[in-house]
């Protein structure tokens, strides 16, 4: 529930931030060397997009290639067909509106390779398309600072709420057909973290 101008509502629907399921991805002695290691890996991200894009494009091309020639057979099939029918028959109506709709498949695949983008057939189209993937890097990759009101639930309050609360703000990673991840750089104690060999006194303490 919620009060709303001195009256109480019910069922309002209220948003709870969890900081439990956490993993961290790049454990490090150094704050510095850690920002670093991510900016090489959203490099390689970038770089990996530009290739992906580069195999997609020539899959693209050689399946519109495929087409023309498979278009270009069954027309020289139907014009042979076309010869053979109007000898024997007066009206070649039909045959001819294939041969004009195989046609007009044909130029529109024509069309559809000649405006193809061209990319990974020379250097030069291959380090123009990483070019562009890194100068477009927002497109596929970016950050953005996310302010949260957080009460001592931890349930979000809405900005310009009378409740007392506490305003976090968190990095949000927005990766291109990959799920949001609030990415927060921070330092534990070493004795926080749990030693390999304790786990392995106590797997021992479990079996005996």
């Known amino acids: 529930m919620a009060a709303d101008g001195g009256v109480v509502r019910h069922d309002v629907v209220r948003t709870c931030v969890s900081f439990i ?8 002695g150094c704050e510095h060397d850690a920002r670093i290691e991510i900016r090489r890996r959203i490099f390689k991200f970038l770089l990996t997009e530009a290739l992906q894009q580069i195999t997609t494009v020539d899959m693209e091309r050689k399946h519109l290639r495929e087409q023309c020639s498979m278009l270009q057979t ?3 099939i139907l014009k042979g067909q076309r010869v053979g029918l109007e000898a024997m028959l007066e009206d070649g109506d039909g045959a001819r509106q ?16 000649a405006a193809f983008p061209s990319a990974g057939k020379t250097l030069e189209e ?5 070019q562009d993937v890194l100068m477009h890097g927002s497109d596929y990759i970016r950050i953005e600072m996310v302010k949260l ?7 979000l309050a809405p900005a ?3 409740e007392s609360a506490t305003e976090i703000v968190l990095p949000k990673v927005v990766v291109k057909s990959a799920p ?3 990415l927060i750089t921070c330092s534990f104690p070493r004795g926080e973290f749990i030693r390999g060999k304790s786990l392995l006194r106590e797997a021992e303490q479990l079996l005996g």
């Not at 009101?149 to 349930?155: C, K, P």
């Open 21 to 28: 399921e956490k993993k961290i991805v790049l454990p490090s």
């Open 74 to 76: 069954r027309l020289m």
């Open 98 to 113: 294939k041969i004009e709709d195989v046609k007009q498949k044909l130029t529109e695949n024509e069309r559809a390779l």
């Open 126 to 130: 291959v380090i123009g398309r990483v």
């Open 149 to 155: 009101r957080l009460d001592q639930m931890n349930v």
């Open 160 to 162: 310009g709420a009378g």
């Open 180 to 182: 949001v991840v609030n």
